[in-house]
């Protein structure tokens, strides 16, 4: 295992003592960070929905379902993966926890081996994920930080547009659309016009682009 694995943090949320006790004492021996809930609630009331990790989830906690668990960490964009390790083989439960994000179902009993090959898939997946969040974040920021006229030329310049025609459709000069374009690349942290895009396809600019307008009028 990684270094990088053995920072993760394990959310237990089991009704049952003895299976957080079993899962905590297997997990903690290679050095994730264990934490144990017996309820729903108490796992989403002190959670850092903010950070990578995995929960391993009972289906019937009592005061609410797994799946119900499941949902609020989606809604609220949080990067924990979720693996579902259940008394009951639902099967029906069981898709649909996969289709809602669920990295695994497993049913009780799971063994040692196969729970630590789990767990470890969907660390790196949060992980992954976690990594993915934080650059979108980063990237919307950047955007935040262009001008009206920046976000202008770069429209035109990501549609393919030469600074000829960026110039007559904006009634600029060439030196001065090159000299916007230079300042966006700078701002965006952008290595080329090709990394450029690829940033701007990771938050879906166009779409954002549309939506940021709509608010602004």
């Given at each position: 295992?990684?270094?990088?694995?053995?920072?993760?943090?394990?959310?237990?949320?089991?009704?049952?003592?003895?299976?957080?006790?079993?899962?905590?004492?297997?997990?903690?021996?290679?050095?994730?960070?264990?934490?144990?809930?017996?309820?729903?609630?108490?796992?989403?009331?002190?959670?850092?929905?903010?950070?990578p990790?995995?929960?391993?989830?009972?289906?019937?906690?009592?005061?609410?379902?797994?799946?119900?668990?499941?949902?609020?960490?989606?809604?609220?964009?949080?990067?924990?993966?979720?693996?579902?390790?259940?008394?009951?083989?639902?099967?029906?439960?069981?898709?649909?926890?996969?289709?809602?994000?669920?990295?695994?179902?497993?049913?009780?009993?799971?063994?040692?081996?196969?729970?630590?090959?789990?767990?470890?898939?969907?660390?790196?997946?949060?992980?992954?994920?976690?990594?993915?969040?934080?650059?979108?974040r980063?990237?919307?920021?950047?955007?935040?930080?262009?001008?009206?006229?920046e976000?202008?030329?770069?429209?035109?310049?990501?549609?393919?547009?030469?600074?000829?025609?960026?110039?007559?459709?904006?009634?600029?000069?060439?030196?001065?659309?090159?000299?916007?374009?230079?300042?966006?690349?700078?701002?965006?942290?952008?290595?080329?016009?090709?990394?450029?895009?690829?940033?701007?396809?990771?938050?879906?600019?166009?779409?954002?682009?549309m939506?940021?307008?709509?608010?602004?009028?």
């Amino acid at each position: 295992m990684t270094h990088e694995l053995n920072r993760g943090h394990v959310y237990i949320v089991d009704p049952d003592p003895r299976t957080r006790t079993a899962c905590a004492v297997l997990l903690f021996s290679l050095g994730y960070k264990i934490s144990e809930y017996p309820t729903g609630r108490s796992f989403l009331d002190t959670i850092d929905l903010g950070e990578p990790g995995c929960v391993i989830l009972e289906g019937d906690l009592g005061d609410m379902t797994g799946s119900e668990v499941q949902t609020h960490l989606s809604a609220l964009g949080s990067p924990v993966a979720v693996v579902f390790v259940s008394r009951k083989g639902d099967v029906a439960a069981a898709v649909a926890s996969i289709r809602a994000g669920a990295t695994h179902y497993l049913l009780k009993p799971v063994r040692e081996q196969q729970l630590l090959d789990v767990v470890n898939h969907a660390m790196r997946r949060s992980l992954e994920d976690a990594s993915r969040a934080r650059s979108r974040r980063s990237i919307i920021a950047h955007l935040a930080s262009l001008t009206e006229r920046e976000r202008e030329v770069l429209a035109q310049l990501v549609e393919g547009a030469h600074y000829d025609r960026v110039s007559q459709e904006l009634g600029i000069t060439k030196r001065t659309v090159e000299a916007h374009r230079r300042r966006i690349m700078e701002k965006m942290g952008a290595r080329s016009l090709p990394h450029l895009i690829d940033q701007l396809a990771q938050v879906n600019w166009p779409k954002l682009r549309m939506t940021a307008q709509i608010h602004a009028h």
